[in-house]
């Protein structure tokens, strides 16, 4: 028993831990020059929801200057006999698939670990994956939402 209210105490820790470094860089994002022009990382932001909360999260994240989203409809992999014992009755989900730049990660990751804790049957997961390479400038312009690494001339 001692055993168990220990293991939960150091997760806890370890959790408040990953929220004030999250925090301390999102703060130091606001405190940075929003004109600043800067070749940025793409990654691939991986969301998985309730499919009835998806278009919430599209919005949400389009904040983010996401320029490239997508949307797949999946089902959850629990037998029914599982879901009935832990009360789960919809199975319905819905894969968000985003390009968003790395430097937006810690914000939008941050701002959904909010929303998944708030939001009535709003709970997910998300991951990045970082895409290793993209072709063209033009390409990469859109994607990162950056207009000024896009040549206009012909």
Known sequence: MA?????????SATK??????????????????????????????ITIVARNKAEYFVDLLQSFEVNL?????AEGTANANTLNL????????????????????????HTLEEKFST?????GVACTVPL????GTLIYGF??????AVKEGK
């Not at 994607?143 to 000024?148: A, D, E, H, Q, T």
Request: proline share 2%; aromatic share 2%.
């Open 119 to 123: 939001i009535k049957e709003g709970k």
């Open 132 to 135: 290793t390479s993209v072709i």
């Open 69 to 73: 989203q997508s949307i797949l409809l």
């Open 3 to 11: 055993e168990k209210s220990t293991v939960k105490k150091k997760i």
């Open 16 to 45: 408040k831990q990953v929220k004030e470094q999250v925090k301390k860089k999102v703060s130091q994002r606001k405190n940075s020059n929003p004109n600043a022009v800067t070749q940025n990382r793409l990654k691939l932001l």
């Open 143 to 148: 994607l990162s939402n950056n207009r000024l």
């Open 86 to 109: 832990l009360g789960f009755a919809n199975t319905e989900k819905a894969v968000i698939l985003s390009v968003i730049q790395e430097n937006r990660i810690p914000d939008a990751l």
